[in-house]
T-cell receptor, first 112, second 113 residues
Framework: DAKTTQPNSMESNEEEPVHLPCNHS???????IHWYRQLPSQGPEYVIH???SNVNNRMASLAIAEDRKSSTLILHRATLRDAAVYYC?????????????FGGGTRLMVKP | DVKVTQSSRYLVKRTGEKVFLECVQD?????MFWYRQDPGLGLRLIYF???????EKGDIPEGYSVSREKKERFSLILESASTNQTSMYLC????????????FGQGTRLTVV
């Protein structure tokens, strides 16, 4: 199974952009790149996903490298409420169901 | 709003007891998941179901079983609870196919004494 590598923690100042990196050098052609985040004392929540092209939604942007071996989650203006653990996950499409397996994630700390 | 509801937020059980953790989703999702989360170990997949009566083992199925008799309900069973099963348990569901966004419940913090 393709694995992802993320830094254990990152720090950001409030109101500044945050770039959260993820390496997935063994990604296969049918793997979707997903990002989830987990706020304190809550279950994880979906943030964004993509396959090859960059993606934007109301929460964040996802920039995917041309060779798909890495991706970056971009929070355009960090707020204190964005302090969470962010998980980068590869989900293979085409198998029976879509198994969702988490790695260690990046703990984002946001300073006022 | 999609809702994944776990039956209890907090649970205390004795060693050796049979424990049922229930999860219900209201969006007709195909896939359902059970995870446990422990400090320093992150989220680990216990079992996964992609259809009624279908199940797949995750990374740590030992000591657990599951039941999916109806599409909306996925139960995690600890046949004989042990103290090393004290953990936060999280249930999730997703539609499946091209739509892989998963929705999580609030979690059940289980303490086995």
């Amino acid at each position: 199974d393709a694995k992802t590598t993320q830094p254990n923690s990152m720090e950001s100042n409030e109101e500044e952009p945050v770039h959260l990196p993820c390496n997935h050098s063994t990604i296969s052609g049918t793997d979707y790149i997903h990002w989830y985040r987990q706020l304190p004392s809550q279950g994880p929540e979906y943030v964004i996903h993509g396959l090859t092209s960059n993606v934007n939604n109301r929460m964040a942007s996802l920039a995917i490298a041309e060779d798909r071996k890495s991706s970056t989650l971009i929070l355009h203006r960090a707020t204190l409420r964005d302090a969470a653990v962010y998980y980068c996950i590869l989900i293979p499409f085409g198998n029976a169901g879509n198994m969702l397996t988490f790695g260690g994630g990046t703990r984002l700390m946001v300073k006022p | 709003d999609v809702k994944v509801t776990q039956s209890s937020r907090y649970l205390v059980k004795r060693t050796g007891e049979k424990v049922f953790l229930e999860c219900v989703q209201d969006m007709d999702h195909e896939n359902m998941f059970w995870y446990r989360q422990d400090p320093g170990l992150g989220l680990r997949l216990i079992y996964f179901s992609y259809d009624v009566k279908m199940k797949e083992k995750g990374d740590i199925p030992e000591g657990y079983s599951v039941s999916r008799e109806k599409k909306e309900r996925f139960s995690l069973i600890l046949e004989s609870a042990s103290t090393n099963q004290t953990s936060m348990y999280l249930c999730a569901s997703s539609l499946g196919g091209l739509n892989t966004e998963a929705f999580f419940g609030q979690g059940t913090r289980l303490t086995v004494v």
